[in-house]
């Protein structure tokens, strides 16, 4: 178990680490550099600028204070916003994105599971057929068109919430809405498929057989076997909700991590993307280590240590 | 009790059978052995079943229009996607502009199967060469095994650990965006999933008779791997290459969120939903029809997907 976990802490270290090097020369491929502008910049001001960012150094010793400034989780300055770190901004911006994220990630659970079982114990009946049918509406649906229609809908014509900014509570609605039927309808498809495998088991059999009440082998014995694979989709859900995010904030305009990711991206603010992408990286490596070890502790049949053969 | 037919065509009892019936046959009419009904190949069955779905069929239908479409959509509404119209912006659909216009003026009907035709493109190429990579390396660990599958596969491991996201997003702000390097970033990452799929099926398959036969007669690895085992594992990587599709639609489309997907003139859906987006609230017929065809044609991917699945692998099926 130990031993699988620090192989998988290892694996982490070495994407990062390939992420950051890539991330690093590919922004120095890019010709030009931050400070040309439509105005001339003075030869000596320019040479000072380049000197203060260290850009007057030869690339492997740019390359060296990179890695050094990251283990010492310094992200650098933003190149277009005067005086602030990439840190700080990613410090105000993922608040509220770490807020959008974890109510969509409650309430895509919630609505996943039961819509799954739903349907799995209506099997073959409309119930069924229909829960298929959202579940198919909301992988295909593409997010922007969801948080686009809502926003028309009832923000505009009916007003019930407010277009967009995220002031009190009603204002997380929509977006918690939009970024949370993507993975809900992936989870209802997983809970549904694993439902009604387990449900014909045998050990549901006897416990059917034992008398036990309908709830009891529902929730007791048949949904807890059930999660299971559910529990695989948290690395992936954590990977659709930020490219959710990145599109939901744009639309809703909150001014969270993904919104910063676009602004950065579209004024080529190198460091900030530079920042943001690592950011990212490690959150999804996480959420992807995290699924790993709570499969263990729910599932004592895996054994982790066992060598994966294809 | 109720009467049969004999060979003589006079109605009895079926107790009361006749000695004419116990006659024995010449050889000439004993056909057990014959093969009456015309065989049937595993495409042949695989066909059948996936005709049998009518939600699969109904999308294939629908698939091939949104292509023929996108062929001579441009062509049917008089207009030119690129042509302005300073004069008639922002227009509501009518006769002349049966989707409306556009802020410049352009007809909305010739963008949108235009844009269709570009998404569709994005997502065919990327499954194209997801299709090749993945294959050829997939293939290379499945059938070679030993090092070059452990050394393969630590490096698909690394590359799968990155998220695809941002490489893809890195690699097209360092490129400046074009239908070629938006196909190029998707791929980098994509064929992964193709190469371990390919993997476990040749695994699978490389130790059945044939593959031995093949090779007791002669046959290289290369001609062992490209003439009869990857034909036999087509299933799961046709299945793979009509998931892919879609996906690469809805990168593409996120990257036009970015502002990094198909740049103007020629629109992609994702780049005219976008583009709409920002005046939804005034003129919302102009993201209506884009952000219905993006949706129809991954909704249609996804269920096609989903019975071509069912049909070349019936275990699967729940």
Known sequence: ?310 | MATIETKQGQAVDPQGLTKADFQKLDHSEKKGEVVVRESISAWKDAWLRLRSNKYAMASLIILLLIVIMALIGQSISGHDYRSQDYMATNEKPSSNHWFGTDDLGRDVFARTWMGAGISLQVGLYAALVDLVIGVIVGGIMGYFGGKVDEILNRICDILYSIPNMLIVILLIVVLEPSMFTIVLALSITGWISMAWIVRGQIMQLKNQEYVLASRSLGAGSGRILFRHLIPNAIGPIIVTLTMTVPNAIFSEAFLSFLGLGVQSPAASLGTMINDALKAMTVYPWRMLFPAVLISLTMLCFNIFGDGLRDALDPKMKK
């Open chain 1, 1 to 310: 178990m130990i031993r699988y976990l620090l192989k998988k802490l290892f694996y982490m270290v070495v994407s990062l680490f390939v992420l950051a090097s890539a991330t690093f020369f590919l922004m120095k491929a890019i010709p030009g550099n931050p400070f040309m502008s439509e105005k001339e910049i003075p030869k000596a001001i320019r040479a000072m600028l380049e000197a203060k960012y260290g850009l007057d150094k030869p690339l492997w010793s740019q390359y060296l204070t990179y890695l050094n400034n990251l283990i010492h989780l310094d992200l650098g300055m933003s190149m277009k916003q005067q005086y602030t770190t990439v840190s700080s901004i990613i410090g105000t911006g993922f608040l509220y994105s770490l807020q959008l994220g974890i109510f969509a990630i409650i309430l895509s659970v919630t609505a996943g599971v039961v819509l799954g079982i739903i349907a799995a114990l209506n099997h073959r009946k409309f119930l069924d057929t229909f829960t298929i049918f959202l579940a198919v509406l909301g992988v295909s649906v593409p997010n922007f068109v969801v948080a686009s229609a809502l926003q028309y809908f009832l923000g505009v014509k009916l007003r019930w919430f407010d277009v967009a900014g995220l002031n009190d509570i009603t204002d997380y609605v929509m977006p918690t809405i939009a970024l949370a039927v993507l993975p809900a309808a992936f989870i209802a498809r997983l809970t549904r498929s694993s439902m009604l495998e387990v449900l014909t088991a045998d050990y549901i059999k006897t416990a059917r057989a034992k008398g036990m009440s309908g709830r009891i082998i529902l929730f007791r014995h048949a949904l807890r076997n059930a999660i299971l694979p559910v529990v695989t989709y948290i690395g992936p859900m954590t990977a659709n909700i930020i490219t959710g995010s990145v599109i939901v904030e744009q639309i809703f305009g909150i001014g969270g991590l993904g919104k910063f990711f676009v602004n950065s991206i579209t004024n080529r603010d190198y460091t900030l993307i530079m920042g943001l992408t690592l950011f990212y990286a490690v959150i999804l490596m996480l959420a992807r280590f995290l699924t790993d070890i709570a499969y263990a502790f729910i599932d004592p049949r895996i054994k982790l240590n066992s060598r994966k053969e294809g």
